[in-house]
């Protein structure tokens, strides 16, 4: 039991894999110019993390070593074909606004990564905590970031539509820069300054 | 090669095969439900859009082979559409724009509106195209006026953002001239074939 | 012929995989500590993007299409790339294998780079004939490339400066892609 709940911190502390592994940069940075979208990418991540987690581990003792990469793909790239189908029919216009980041989600180091380190060769289990935590970690990661670009780039914060609040003095001058691409470097190199300077996490 | 070699080379291909026709097998069920859904989602954007130009209609028709809609109200034409993809600075800008009904008698051709579809300008420049301010000059503009003011048109381009007004207002001119030569010739030879 | 130089520019550089369609970041910050390391890859890339999105343009358009079930393509694009790093990757051992000891687990990362199926699939978004296609993915890859030859030289001497402890490594990398983002825009006037 301590073990799995281990698996769970592992992946949203210890080995966070955005802000510590620098895993599954791409979508992290492209996709958090709003809440919403963070919000729908991690729920598709998480679907095809613990989904993909747990028939790998599931099938690892037949898996032939030759052959394990590519039968992982193609399991990730089935999974991510069904997330992106359903999103199209049932969220267009979250689907749209991702964009070309969820079929994306199949090469995103995190879930290949977490396939090949641990879930070929862990029970199923503690293959779906590591998972969920792995995919919470991307998710608190990716929705810090998407928070601070959407409150600096546009002065409000918006969920599905409705207005939270709104930054008085930021809302009339918003800093554009924020919401496009150079932004994004910004605001995930100074976050990562400041976790470390803070010490949670290490240098080097 | 002795049998084992060959038990070693072939498990791996078959364990794959077998993997790629489960996923297969997947996917297709996946489609078949979700196929219809798409294809709603997909009409229901388009109603969207057609409505943000045409505020009353009630239906509209595609023609595949020329690439326009027929907008109507009460079983009457109220309009056309097209749909146009401009250059944009920061990637395509997708477009709709919209004819008055009666384009087809008059020797003009006047816009009805645009509307931008999506886009990927600069927020707070580029992205101004999406307001009325920029967008309103095309309602009721003869096509032959659709440029930029400082190229001799009547189109006011944003200020800080001629790349992107420049760009709308160069697909707006195109698809339209383009689009109602060839409607028209076809609806010339409808009516001749109908009497 | 201007329609094929405005895409070779658009995705060499107005709209950089990297710099502002946010693909290829994981190579982009792995291998860009010593210049040659970078080119190589970079090289290694231009080929993979180019010869993928030759393959599957021909299999979306004459086969996913007309059968109507293009939902394959995202596990078929990404097998596509899969096969080609492998092809590459024996090739290269065969022929040259320093290069091959140089180059050493970054070949098998190609597979994974976002930019390459990133590429495949932003080509036929955008409905390109073949010929664009090519256009587009050796624009693609020779813009990674420069980005990543650039990255990496200003990697090396920022090894030797004084950078505050907190932004050492990865957070003044990103400053730097900031930077030269912010610089790649002013190609836009190309256009």
């Not at chain 1, 970690?137 to 810090?144: Q, R």
């Not at chain 2, 990927?120 to 006026?145: H, M």
């Amino acid at each position: 039991m301590a073990e799995i709940i281990e698996n769970l911190k592992n992946g949203i502390i210890k080995s966070n894999p955005v802000l510590i592994l620098l895993l599954g940069l791409c979508p992290t940075l492209a996709v958090s110019t709003s809440i919403d979208n963070a919000f729908g990418m991690t729920a598709a991540v998480l679907f095809v993390l613990v989904s993909s987690n747990i028939i790998v581990s599931l099938i690892r003792n037949y898996t032939p070593q030759r052959v394990r990469i590519p039968v992982f793909i193609v399991i990730i790239a089935t999974l991510v074909t069904i997330v992106d189908l359903t999103m199209q029919a049932f969220l267009p216009s979250l689907s749209k606004s991702l964009g070309i980041f969820i079929p994306l989600i199949v090469v995103n180091c995190i879930i290949l990564g977490r396939a090949e380190a641990f879930a070929s060769k862990n029970k199923v289990p503690n293959a779906i905590m590591d998972a969920v935590g792995m995919g919470i970690g991307f998710g608190i990661a990716i929705t810090i970031i998407s928070f601070l670009r959407q409150i600096f780039g546009t002065g409000n914060l918006a969920v599905f539509g409705n207005e939270i609040f709104n930054v008085p003095g930021l809302s009339e001058n918003p800093m554009p820069i924020f919401i496009l691409p150079m932004g994004a470097f910004l605001v995930i190199s100074l976050l990562l300054a400041t976790l470390r300077y803070s010490g949670v996490i290490k240098s080097g | 090669m002795t049998k084992s070699n060959l038990k070693k080379e072939i498990v791996p291909v078959l364990f794959l095969t077998f993997i790629v026709c489960i996923s297969v097998i997947f996917l297709y069920a996946t489609n078949s439900v979700t196929e219809e859904y798409i294809e709603d989602a997909k009409n229901d954007a388009v109603n969207a859009m057609l409505n943000e130009q045409f505020t009353e209609m009630d239906d509209y028709s595609y023609d595949e082979n020329l690439d326009f809609y027929t907008v109507f109200l009460n079983d009457e034409i109220v309009g056309y559409a097209f749909i146009a993809v401009a250059n944009g600075y920061g990637g395509p800008i997708e477009l709709i724009v919209a004819l008055e009904s009666n384009f087809l008698q008059d020797d003009e051709v006047i816009i009805h509106g645009i509307s931008v579809v999506s886009h990927s300008e600069t927020p707070g420049l580029g992205e101004k195209i999406v307001e009325a301010a920029f967008s309103d000059q095309f309602n009721g503009i003869n096509v032959d006026d659709v440029a930029l003011t400082k190229d001799g048109g009547k189109i006011d381009a944003i200020s800080g953002a001629t790349i992107s007004s420049s760009a709308v207002v160069d697909a707006v001119f195109n698809v339209v001239k383009e689009k109602a030569e060839i409607i028209r010739e076809n609806f010339d030879l409808n009516t001749e074939e109908e009497t | 012929m201007d329609n094929l130089f405005a895409i070779f520019i658009s995705m060499a550089l107005i709209n950089n995989l990297v710099l502002s369609k946010f693909l290829g970041l994981c190579p982009f910050f792995g291998v860009s500590k010593k210049l040659s390391n970078a080119v190589s890859m970079g090289l290694a890339v231009i080929v993979v993007m180019t010869a993928a999105s030759i393959v599957s343009w021909i299999i979306y358009f004459q086969i996913l299409i007309p059968f109507g079930i293009d939902y394959m393509s995202t596990v078929v694009f990404i097998l596509v790339i899969a096969s080609l790093v492998q092809i590459l990757e024996l090739s290269i051992k065969r022929t040259n294998a320093s290069l091959y000891n140089a180059l050493g687990i970054y070949l098998p990362l190609i597979t994974t780079n976002c930019a390459v199926l990133g590429i495949t699939f932003i080509n036929v978004r955008s409905d390109y004939n073949f010929i664009e296609t090519i256009v587009s993915a050796l624009g693609a890859g020779v813009g990674f490339t420069l980005v990543l030859a650039i990255m990496s030289g200003i990697r090396e001497r920022l090894d030797l400066a004084d950078v505050p402890e907190s932004f050492r490594g990865i957070p003044v990398a990103f400053l730097v892609a900031m930077m030269l983002g912010i610089c790649f825009i002013a190609f836009s006037g190309m256009v």
